[in-house]
């Protein structure tokens, strides 16, 4: 059974930076898997952040987060990271890392990410 641990949340202020890191477990090669980062606020929907194919490359942001965002793998260790620089106090929310069902497919849509961890959370303060 596929386990996701997220950590590296916290409390910062806008502008600075955080970098969270996704531990996976349970499973033979992370490279099978292309895996993203949602997000999770009070009251709104969950949000597509990131994607990235199982070999790396290839990364998929959306447009609310591109160009602050980056979204990094090491297959070797089993972990995804996310870089997230400029922040400001609309990124505060729980944040999700989850496996897609393949090391080639991967959207902005939940629907389509199998395995999910129980998120960490991030708050920027104004």
């Known amino acids: 059974q596929v386990q996701l641990v997220e950590s590296g949340g916290g409390l910062v202020q806008a502008g600075g930076s955080l970098r969270l890191s996704c531990a996976a477990s349970?499973?033979?090669?992370?490279?099978?898997?292309?895996m993203g980062w949602f997000r999770h606020a009070p009251g709104k929907e969950r949000e597509f952040l990131a994607a990235i194919g199982g070999g790396g490359g290839n990364n998929y942001y959306a447009d609310s987060v591109k160009g602050r965002f980056t979204i990094s793998r090491d297959n070797a260790k089993k972990m995804i990271f996310l870089q997230m620089d400029s922040l400001k106090p609309e990124d505060t929310a729980d944040y999700y890392c989850a496996t897609s069902i393949s090391a080639t497919y991967y959207t902005g849509l939940a629907i389509d990410y199998r395995s999910w961890g129980q998120g960490t959370q991030v708050t920027v303060s104004s």
């Open positions: 349970g499973l033979a090669l992370l490279s099978r898997y292309a």
